[in-house]
């Protein structure tokens, strides 16, 4: 479970670096502007969303549990 979540992680920070690597690039040295960054962000989105539902299906299947913050006192 930890492993999917952190795979997760990874693929939105790549996917949110690519984005950030295709804005500073793109229509530099006569070249044409693309569809790079739309692209990666898309992607992200798409990560994101499905994280916060792979979440909540593995919650309501009890795979997971909430533990709560623990209080100091």
């Known amino acids: 479970m930890k ?3 952190g795979l ?3 693929g939105i920070i790549v996917a949110l ?3 950030g690597r295709a ?3 793109d229509g530099r ?3 044409p502007k693309t ?3 739309l692209q990666a962000l898309a992607l ?3 990560l994101s969303v499905a994280l916060f539902v792979f979440i ?3 919650y309501k299947l009890g795979w997971i549990q909430p533990t709560g913050l623990p209080l100091f006192r």
Do not use: E, H, Q, T
């Open 44 to 46: 992200r989105i798409g």
């Open 8 to 10: 997760a992680f990874f």
């Open 23 to 25: 804005l500073l690039g």
């Open 35 to 37: 569809n790079r960054m």
């Open 17 to 19: 670096a690519s984005a």
């Open 56 to 58: 909540l299906v593995a």
């Open 29 to 31: 040295d006569g070249k």
């Open 3 to 5: 492993w999917i979540v």
